[in-house]
């Protein structure tokens, strides 16, 4: 069973000194969502808080959810459905396959995930909806968690923050830099800023393509959020800007800038990144920084720092992994 909140709240803020430029007036400081969850943390625990509550309470018995074949979303929802008593499905799509990527399958597999594989991304939501099959017991969760529910999450995140600010555990942050992949995260900082009246401006770092669809899946999602908790949607949407230039090659290929900013995190801060979310985002958290321009930049890590090895016990060989789910490791 699980009780909510599910994650250890409030996560810490810490000022990263050591990457701070000399002669630059600008201060660093991190939002440590790695320490959502001592199992397995990261920003997915604070999506699933209103997700896992709502299915609790419509007495659903099984999850259905999409994602990259490596996907975080689908290994917290895969650890804390299980937990909550649920039967977990997902449908999994190609990416990358780095060894990362095959780590969270193994993990997924090994907690009882009904796995399936769709080839192409293309085809995932025919084969989603074949899976889900609108079944009254069943819940379906979009990619990356990102519905209403999910982003509430981060509202409460939004309200987190506001209350150590007040508590002099940092300066109000002229600028948070945040990944965008599906958006809920940041959507829901959006609309939580806007709702606490902590008027932080947000820099979406875009990470997923297309980056027009994703401007206009998270613009509306910060929209629906912010009606829904009587905050102003107009302020809220304008609070949030979506950066493209860190991209690079796509979903799930590494940069140089990235890879540069994973190095000097390490070394520098003791801070883990992953090519595909948060060494991109960490590099345009450098370059604000390093302009001068601001007085307290606040970088969102939303990375688990938590071991994978415990998960990973009784987890199927690489070899031992069926053909068709491998194969979405290019
Ligand atoms: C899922 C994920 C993100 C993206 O969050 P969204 O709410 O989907 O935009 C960022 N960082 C990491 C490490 C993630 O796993």
Do not use: C
């Not at 999850?63 to 977990?88: D, I, P």
């Not at 079944?135 to 939004?158: C, K, Q, R, W």
């Not at 000097?264 to 060494?279: E, I, K, N, S, W």
């Amino acid at each position: 069973m699980i009780s909510f909140p599910l994650g250890t709240y409030p996560t810490p803020v810490e000022r990263l000194s050591r990457l701070e430029r000399e002669g630059v007036r600008t201060a660093l400081w991190v939002k440590r969502d790695d320490l959502t969850h001592p199992d397995y943390g990261g920003n997915k625990v604070r999506k699933l808080e209103h997700v896992l509550k709502e299915a609790t309470a419509r007495k659903v018995k099984r999850l259905v959810t999409v994602g990259a074949v490596g996907s975080h979303h689908v290994l917290a929802t895969t650890l804390f459905g299980g937990r909550a008593g649920l039967a977990v499905e997902a449908v999994l799509v190609p990416q990358p396959g780095t060894a990362h990527a095959e780590r969270n399958l193994r993990a997924d597999l090994a907690l009882g995930l009904g796995a399936h594989a769709a080839p192409h991304v293309a085809l995932a939501p025919f084969a989603t909806l074949a899976v889900w099959g609108f079944e009254h017991e069943t819940m379906f969760i979009p990619m990356g968690g990102s519905n209403a529910l999910g982003a509430l999450g981060y509202v409460d995140a939004a309200h987190e923050l506001a209350a150590q600010v007040r508590r002099g555990e940092l300066p109000r942050p002229d600028l948070v830099v945040v990944t965008v992949g599906s958006g809920g995260t940041a959507a829901g900082l959006a609309a939580g800023f806007a709702k606490a009246e902590l008027d932080v401006p947000i820099l979406g770092v875009a990470v997923a393509t297309p980056v027009f669809a994703v401007r206009l899946i998270v613009h509306r999602l910060v929209s629906k959020v912010a009606v829904e908790i009587g905050a102003d949607p107009r302020h809220a949407r304008g609070l949030l800007s979506i950066a493209s230039e860190y991209l690079g090659g796509g979903y799930g290929v590494p940069t140089p800038a990235g890879e540069a900013a994973m190095r000097a995190a390490r070394d520098d801060a003791g801070l883990g990144l992953d090519p595909t979310y948060t060494a991109k985002t960490f590099a345009a958290a450098l370059d604000v920084a390093a302009t001068g321009r601001y007085s307290n930049v606040l970088y969102w890590h939303t990375l688990s720092s938590a071991p994978l090895e415990p998960l990973l016990v009784s987890a199927p060989l690489a070899s031992e992994v069926p053909a068709h789910l491998r194969s979405l490791l290019r």
